[in-house]
């Protein structure tokens, strides 16, 4: 369940926008100030946060500043004035959306949701960019492997090959399935581009390349990684 967090100083609306979002399954927690909702995003997971930009003690654009700090969870800005929406655009604090008071709270109730099923999208998206085997992470996104939490910088070239094999394990690919996926040519005549830069790879990844423990071959038939 998506917990909600309304920061506002005014109760009536805070009440309003809780029984919405009550009503749709969410869980809601609330929030009279900035720091009273620093203090709740510390101690609970919260998905999504709505924050008032009047309020007293710390108002919402010094909060969501402190926010963006120690969290990436969305933040929908609520203001009653045209220039505090100037100030958050122009002083980019980090807040995702933003509606004026006074608003439609069907609106806003879409707007939760439209934020919640990006944050989902995105986390799916970093969690598929990432392979582990064994003391290996290759994350797709960010073209980066490590070894043993050391990092190890490979050419584009052997990054691809190695993405190709890490993400179908236990598939055998000849050279040229590798030569036609990497290089996205056909394979026209035998020579030793792929070997080379399997070696290469093997040079750079395992301890004893003679004996790899990764990227496997499959006598006169092509690689693998298990």
């Known amino acids: 369940m998506n917990t909600v967090l309304i920061v506002d100083d005014d109760v009536e609306i805070r009440d309003v926008i809780h029984v919405y979002l009550r009503n749709e399954g969410y869980h809601v927690i609330e929030a ?29 654009i010094k ?5 963006r700090e120690i969290s990436n969870t969305p933040i929908i800005m609520l203001s009653a004035k045209e220039e505090d ?12 959306d933003y509606m004026i008071k006074p608003f439609n709270p069907l609106e806003l109730l879409a707007r939760v949701k439209a934020q919640l099923r990006r944050q989902s999208l995105i986390g799916k ?4 960019s990432l392979i582990l085997i064994k003391d290996l992470v290759i994350d797709k996104i960010k073209h980066s492997v490590k070894l043993k939490g050391n990092e190890i910088s490979l050419t584009p070239l052997e990054f691809a090959i190695l993405v190709l094999l890490a993400s179908h394990p236990g598939q055998v690919y000849s050279a040229d399935n590798i030569y036609e996926s990497v290089w996205k040519e056909p394979y026209r ?25 990764y990227i496997k071959t499959v006598w006169g038939v092509g690689y693998k990684i298990d």
């Open 189 to 213: 005549y035998s020579d030793n581009t792929v070997m080379v830069h399997i070696g290469n790879l093997r040079d750079k990844l395992e301890e004893f390349p003679r004996n790899p423990q």
């Open 32 to 60: 009279a100030d900035g720091e009273e909702a620093l203090n709740a995003i510390k101690t609970t997971s919260i998905q999504l946060v709505i924050l008032d930009v009047m309020m007293p003690r710390m108002d919402g």
């Open 125 to 128: 998206e970093e969690s598929n």
């Open 63 to 67: 909060a969501c500043l402190k926010i």
């Open 85 to 96: 929406i100037d100030k958050i655009t122009g002083l980019t604090t980090g807040a995702d």
